[in-house]
């Protein structure tokens, strides 16, 4: 980074222009109702923007919008033309980086470091990934009889709908447009009302980058009236959904209600951070356990939630993790040191400190943390919370909080530590600490999860999938994988 202040941060900030309007058709467009909703920068709890607040008629429009593109451009049927302006779309992003950090940071009062460094490079790797990847996808010939050949080739779905999250808005958005796009499809993006800044300047350079019009809409709005526009949609062939699991289940159901769409889920998680009594890394086991749940303050979907960790060595792990904790401190977000930001809504925070008052009710021991911080700025700050005696039936181990609070779990031994790591509903993500590979291949097979690190936790590749299984989701983000979401395998039978 360079080595502005957080007054020059602030003053950059103030001087771009915060995206209003839905990108439909190639245009920019309030709703066609005229209603708006307030957008807050968690950093102070002040309105800063109007954003339209599009409902069905939009989305309508849009799908419409998509179809037409879909059928008449040479997007869907030339990988050449998609490659071309995905990679220039990439090149977009990457050159506005700043603005765009700024615009990420103004969503959800994450650290301007984290925007800058983390978010929008990622963006563009991902955009150019795919784009580099459409072209070098084939398809299969057959084995049949020899009076026959088949084919088996990949064609894109048709029209998609996108639903992202307010905790990464912009990477959340590549990860669905990136396969989706280079698959040939066409797009209705629809960001979270809390985070839509980002998504519409996505959509704004997307046009830049010659896409064609209609190919990739972007339609802010309340996810009860956009969102669900979308998923019972009767011209919708796809969504790809990534929030809660609550909201999850209601996709399911809009698909079953319309036209059987196919449906793809990034739920989500309790991820468990098993340490077992072999581990001697402790210092790489507290770094990794704390970027786990504190990084983001905590509103990251596969967030190392439960530590569930071996007497062995609990305590001192648990010393370390302290040590850890207590130097993050939550700060202003334009501050360039600044690693620990807000949370995203004053409901959110809110969220988060009634399940530390839950947790103290429960009867587990609040040993760091737990309270609100910076209230005379009017943001939305929690600091860094650990819960030490938790037993796994309690809420706060059990129910996905989306927040910095870590809850500590005592085990004896690697089959308590794998039987506690799966007593859950969810199924993102886990963390594995030991130095024995033989255990470590043998926990990483006996977890239920979609993901595993061991001694690491939350590395990731483009090249390598990301999900879950249980009510965790299904279908996968990043890698060739993602493609198969938003594509379908066409049998073709020639006769010689």
Same mark, same amino acid.
């Not at 080595?3 to 003053?11: Q, S």
């Not at 526009?229 to 399911?252: K, P, Q, W, Y």
């Not at 886990?430 to 043998?442: D, E, L, M, P, Q």
């Given at each position: 980074m360079s080595?502005?202040?957080?007054?020059?941060?602030?003053?950059r900030s103030s001087s771009i222009s915060l995206p209003q309007h839905a990108v439909i058709a190639g245009r920019k467009v309030p709703a066609q109702a005229g209603a708006s909703f307030d957008c807050r920068f968690p950093g102070t709890g002040q309105v800063i923007a109007k954003v339209a607040a599009c409902s069905s008629?939009?989305?309508?429009? *849009? &799908? #419409?919008?998509?179809?037409?593109?879909?059928?008449?451009?040479?997007?869907?049927?030339?990988? *050449? &033309? #998609?490659?071309?302006?995905l990679l220039r779309l990439a090149e977009l992003v990457a050159a506005n980086e700043e603005e765009l950090a700024l615009l990420e940071t103004l969503n959800v009062g994450k650290p301007i470091q984290s925007s800058l460094t983390g978010d929008v490079p990622a963006v563009a790797s991902c955009l150019s990934w795919y784009a580099e990847a459409i072209d070098k996808v084939y398809g299969e010939v057959a084995t049949t009889e020899s009076d026959f050949t088949a084919l088996m080739i990949r064609e894109p779905v048709g029209v998609v709908g996108a639903i992202v999250p307010w905790n990464y808005p912009l990477l959340m958005a590549a990860w669905k447009l990136g396969p989706a796009l280079a698959a040939g499809n066409a797009v209705i993006l629809k960001p979270a009302e809390q985070s839509p800044f980002s998504a519409l300047r996505l959509g704004e350079l997307a046009l830049e980058a010659g896409i064609p019009p209609g190919i990739l809409n972007v339609v802010p709005g309340l996810g009860a009236a956009a969102g669900k526009?979308?998923?019972?949609?009767?011209?919708?062939?796809?969504?790809?959904?990534?929030?809660?699991?609550?909201?999850?289940?209601?996709?399911?159901q809009y698909a079953g209600l319309s036209n059987i769409k196919q449906v793809s889920l990034e739920l989500g998680g309790k991820s468990p951070q098993v340490v077992l009594g072999d581990c001697t890394d402790l210092d790489a086991a507290a770094r990794g356990i704390c970027e786990g749940i504190f990084d983001n303050s905590g509103q990251i979907c596969n967030a190392g939630s439960r530590l569930v960790v071996d007497e062995a060595v609990k305590e001192e792990l648990l010393s370390r993790i302290l040590q850890r904790a207590r130097a993050l401190v939550p700060a202003d977000p334009f501050d360039p040191d600044s690693r620990l930001g807000a949370i995203v809504t004053e409901q959110q925070m809110d969220r988060v400190l009634g399940y530390v008052q839950r947790g103290q009710e429960e009867g587990a021991e609040l040993i760091f943390g737990g309270t609100r911080v910076l209230t005379e700025t009017g943001g939305y700050f929690v600091e860094p919370t650990?819960?030490?005696?938790?037993?796994n039936t309690m809420r706060i181990a059990r129910e996905e909080i989306f927040g910095p609070v870590l809850s500590v779990i005592t085990v004896s031994g690697v089959e308590e530590a794998v039987a506690v790591a799966n007593?859950?509903?969810?199924?993102?993500?886990?963390?594995?600490?030991?130095?024995?590979?033989?255990?470590?291949?043998?926990?990483a097979k006996a977890v239920r999860a979609g993901v595993v690190w061991v001694n690491c936790f939350d590395v990731g590749r483009m090249s390598v999938a990301f999900g879950g299984v249980k009510q965790s989701g299904f279908g996968r983000d990043k890698s060739l994988h993602a493609l198969d979401k938003y594509s379908y395998v066409k049998s073709v039978w020639l006769a010689h």
């Open positions: 080595d502005l202040t957080a007054a020059d941060w602030k003053l008629p939009d989305v309508d429009l *849009a &799908v #419409r919008s998509a179809r037409r593109a879909f059928e008449t451009t040479s997007w869907a049927s030339s990988p *050449a &033309v #998609r490659r071309k302006a526009a979308l998923g019972l949609h009767m011209d919708v062939d796809c969504i790809g959904f990534t929030g809660s699991t609550e909201v999850g289940r209601l996709f399911l650990v819960f030490d005696g938790v037993r007593d859950t509903f969810y199924g993102l993500a886990a963390g594995i600490w030991t130095n024995n590979v033989k255990t470590a291949f043998r926990v």
